[in-house]
C-alpha cells in the first residue's frame, strides 16, 4: 500500500456564511503524548475557528467530516497509521440529549434543529493505536534506478535507518540533511526527492524509498554583481570571500553573502545561481545588491547617579568615498547632575573607519577629539587624535596596533599643569559570543582583551618627562543555564567578569591624573561613584588613582515573560598605589535591576548599594542605560 508522506498542517478550509449561523464548542482529549497533542489542536479545524469563524449548519457538519482527515494526517506524521478519531455532537444545555455521531449522513439536519441560543457540543477522542516504525531504507539513483552511489560522509549525513519511528519530521529531515550534504560536497545542482513510502500492515512498519540525482561535482564559476550605485564594485569583489575557481559550497557563499552585508552599507545582500546547467564544469552566481541609506542622525543618553546626565546627537556617513567608508560625528553634554561631578562638560569626536584597508581583513580606524571633564578629582580640557589598525587573525581573534596623541590640562588640588602624551597602543581580542550587535546580550561563550600601551609623557610647571607602560586585561564569561536543565535557552544566564590592571615605570605622582587608574560605577564597582574606589586625598571625594586596578562581577540575568526581566550582582575591587595588582582596599557593591527588551537592545535600569562605604561615599548609585553592563 503506498502512503504519502508530510508533515501535518494548518490550513483551514474556507466556508460561506450562512444566513443562520451556529455556534459550538470542542473539547478534544488528550491522548498523554504532549507533541502529538499540539499537532492535533494545530490540525483541528473544529478547535481553531469555533471561536472567530461561525458557521452554518451545512458547513459546520463539514467540518466535522473533514476533522477526520485533518487528525488521522496528524497521527501518521508521528507513525501512528492505525490510528482511530471519534467525533460526537450534543447540544450543551443539555448532555442527556440526542448524541449524533460525526459521521452520521443526519449530522446537518440535526444542527439545524439546535435552537438559536444554545451552542454545540463537539467532542473529539483519538486513540492512537501501535506506533509504526521504518522497515527498508533504499536511496535510489533517478537515472540508473539502482543504488544512488555516495561517499562515507554523504551516506553518514543521511540518518534515516531502519528501526527508527515512522515519523514525517524524522523522515522528511533526513531527506534535507542529505540534499544538504551533497550540495556541501560540490553537487550544485543534487536533488533529493520527496520519498515514496510503503505501508506494510501486516508488520506495522514503513518501507522508504529515497529519489537521489548527485548530478556532477561544480566549482564555483563567473561572479556577476549587480544593484550598485554609490558603492565601487572594485572594492565589493576585493571585499567578497568567494572566488572563482572554488569548489561551490553553500555555507561559503552565504558566508560571503553574511559578510558583505556586515559592511553596513546595504540594506540586502542576494545570491543566486547563474544558470539553470553547468558552464564548463562551473555554475555561475549572481550577486544583487541593494544600497541602504547613506546618511542617519541619531541621538545618544544615558544617566547614572554618579556621571549625571550624558546626551546629545550623532551624524553618520557610512560610504564616504565609495568604499564604505563611514564618517561618524557626535556631540554629546556630559556631567549634568552626577555625584562625581563638579559641572557641565562636553564630548565632541570625530570617527573615521575604513574597512579593507590595505588588506580585506584589516580596518583603518581615527578619532579626533575635544572634551572637557570637571570630576572632583580633577578638571581636564583635551584634545586628543588616535589612529589605530584592527586586523582579524580567525573567526574569534583580533588584534589592533596604533598610535595616539593628547594635549590636555589638568587642574588638580588646586595646582593646574600641561600635559602633553604619546602612546603606542596594542592589543588582542577574543569573542566567541557569536553576538552581531554589540547592543544584543551575549548568552554563552567569552569575551576577552588585552592591551598595552607604552607611554610618554611631557609635563610643565616641574612634572617633568615620564614614561610608563599602562596594562590591563579583562573577561567576561557568560553561561546559559539551559546546561543544567533548568531554564530555557537564552532565558537565565550568570555573567562572570574580571578585570585587572597595572603601570609599570612611574608612581603615581609622575603619571598625568587621567592616565592612572580608577574604579567605581557600572564598568568596576557598582554602588560607588565613578573613581570612588581607591586611594583618596585625605577624608575628602577627591581621588588621587593609583597604578594597578583588579575588579570583579556576578550577575544573574533572567528574562521574564516576552519583553521584561530582572538582574542581581555583586561586584568587588580596588584600586593600589603598587604596580602589583591586588593591594589596597576592597571594596565591595551589590544590587539589582529590570531590564526592557526592544528591537535593538535592552534597557537597562540597576541599582546598587556599597557594603563597606568609605567616607562621603555615595550610599547608593542609579544606573539607565541601553544594553547590558558587560
Known amino acids: 500500500m503506498v502512503v504519502g508522506f508530510s508533515l501535518w498542517g494548518v490550513a483551514a478550509g474556507g466556508w460561506s456564511w450562512a444566513a443562520e449561523t451556529q455556534a459550538y464548542v470542542t473539547n478534544l482529549k488528550p491522548t498523554g503524548q504532549a507533541d502529538l497533542d499540539t499537532a492535533l489542536k494545530s490540525s483541528s479545524d473544529l478547535l481553531g475557528l469555533q471561536g472567530t469563524h461561525a458557521v452554518g449548519p451545512f458547513a459546520l457538519a463539514g467540518r466535522v467530516r473533514n476533522e477526520y482527515d485533518r487528525l488521522k494526517s496528524a497521527l ?4 501512528y497509521y492505525e490510528g482511530t478519531v471519534k467525533i460526537t455532537l450534543h447540544r450543551a444545555k443539555d448532555k442527556d440529549a440526542v448524541v449524533m ?6 449530522l446537518s439536519n440535526w444542527i439545524e434543529s439546535v435552537p438559536a441560543n444554545e451552542k454545540v457540543t463537539a467532542d473529539i477522542s483519538v486513540e ?24 562515507p560522509e554523504q551516506k553518514a549525513a543521511f540518518t534515516l535507518k531502519t528501526g527508527d519511528a515512522a515519523e514525517a ?16 560536497d560540490g553537487h550544485a545542482l543534487a536533488q533529493v526527492d520527496k520519498p515514496q513510502a510503503y505501508l506494510r500492515p501486516q508488520t506495522r512498519t514503513l518501507d522508504v524509498v529515497y529519489p537521489v540525482s548527485p ?37 561559503k557563499i552565504d558566508a560571503a553573502r553574511q559578510d558583505l552585508t556586515s559592511l553596513g552599507v546595504f540594506s540586502n545582500v542576494a545570491v543566486k545561481d ?46 564616504l568615498l565609495g568604499n564604505a567608508e563611514r564618517l561618524k560625528l557626535t556631540a554629546l553634554v556630559t556631567g549634568l547632575g552626577g555625584s562625581a561631578q563638579q559641572g557641565l562638560g562636553y564630548d565632541v569626536y570625530a570617527d573615521f573607519f575604513k574597512p579593507g584597508f590595505y588588506s580585506r581583513k584589516q580596518n583603518l580606524s581615527v578619532r579626533v577629539e ?31 596596533f596604533g598610535v595616539a596623541g593628547e594635549q590636555e590640562q589638568i587642574e588638580q588640588f588646586g595646582v593646574t599643569r600641561d600635559y602633553t602624551i604619546g602612546s603606542l597602543p596594542l592589543g588582542a581580542t577574543f569573542d566567541n559570543t557569536e553576538v552581531g550587535n554589540p547592543i544584543e546580550p551575549a548568552t554563552h561563550g567569552v569575551r576577552a582583551n588585552v592591551n ?33 536543565g533548568i531554564s530555557k535557552p537564552g532565558r537565565s544566564i550568570l555573567a562572570i567578569r574580571g578585570t585587572i590592571g597595572s603601570i609599570q615605570g612611574a608612581g603615581t605622582y609622575d603619571i598625568p591624573p587621567d592616565q592612572r587608574m580608577y574604579a567605581g560605577g557600572s564598568a568596576t564597582v557598582r554602588g560607588y561613584r565613578w573613581q570612588g574606589v581607591g586611594p583618596q586625598y585625605g577624608r575628602t571625594r577627591y581621588a588621587i588613582g593609583g597604578t594597578s586596578l583588579d575588579a570583579g562581577t556576578v550577575e544573574y540575568r533572567q528574562r521574564l515573560f516576552k519583553s521584561f526581566g530582572m538582574a542581581g550582582f555583586v561586584d568587588a575591587g580596588q584600586v593600589g598605589s603598587s604596580s602589583s595588582p591586588f593591594t589596597g582596599t576592597l571594596r565591595v557593591g551589590a544590587g539589582g535591576g529590570v531590564r526592557y527588551y526592544t528591537p535593538i537592545g535592552p534597557v537597562r535600569v540597576d541599582v546598587a548599594v556599597p557594603l563597606n562605604r568609605p567616607h562621603r561615599g555615595d550610599k547608593w548609585d542609579l544606573y539607565i542605560g541601553l544594553g547590558e553592563t558587560f
Open 215 to 251: 548530478g556532477p561535482v561544480l566549482n564555483v564559476g563567473r561572479i556577476d554583481v549587480s544593484g550598485l550605485k554609490r558603492v565601487r564594485e572594485p572594492f565589493v569583489r576585493r571585499q567578497l570571500t568567494l572566488k572563482e575557481g572554488q569548489l561551490y559550497q553553500p555555507s
Open 101 to 106: 455521531d460525526g459521521q452520521s449522513p443526519a
Open 370 to 400: 575635544a572634551l572637557r571633564q570637571l570630576f572632583w578629582s580633577y578638571r581636564q580640557t583635551a584634545f586628543l587624535v588616535r589612529a589605530g589598525i584592527t586586523r582579524q587573525i580567525d573567526r574569534y581573534w583580533n588584534v589592533n
Open 452 to 484: 598595552i600601551s607604552p607611554s610618554i609623557s611631557l609635563g610643565s610647571k616641574g612634572s617633568g618627562t615620564s614614561f610608563f607602560t599602562i596594562m590591563n586585561a579583562s573577561a567576561s564569561y557568560y553561561f546559559d543555564l539551559k546546561h543544567l
Open 274 to 319: 547563474g544558470a539553470t546547467q553547468p558552464v564548463n564544469g562551473t555554475m555561475p552566481l549572481d550577486f544583487t545588491f541593494q544600497e541602504a541609506k547613506r546618511r542617519s542622525v541619531g541621538a545618544e543618553a544615558g544617566y547614572s547617579t554618579d556621571l549625571g546626565v550624558r546626551g546629545g546627537v550623532t551624524w553618520t556617513h557610512y560610504n
Open 128 to 151: 492512537k493505536g501501535p506506533l509504526y516504525h521504518l522497515g527498508s531504507v533504499k536511496l535510489v539513483d533517478e537515472k540508473t534506478n539502482g543504488p544512488a552511489e555516495l561517499t
Open 76 to 79: 501518521e506524521s508521528y507513525g
Open 169 to 184: 519530521e524524522t523522515v522528511l529531515g533526513a531527506g534535507g540533511t542529505l540534499l544538504d550534504a551533497l550540495r556541501e
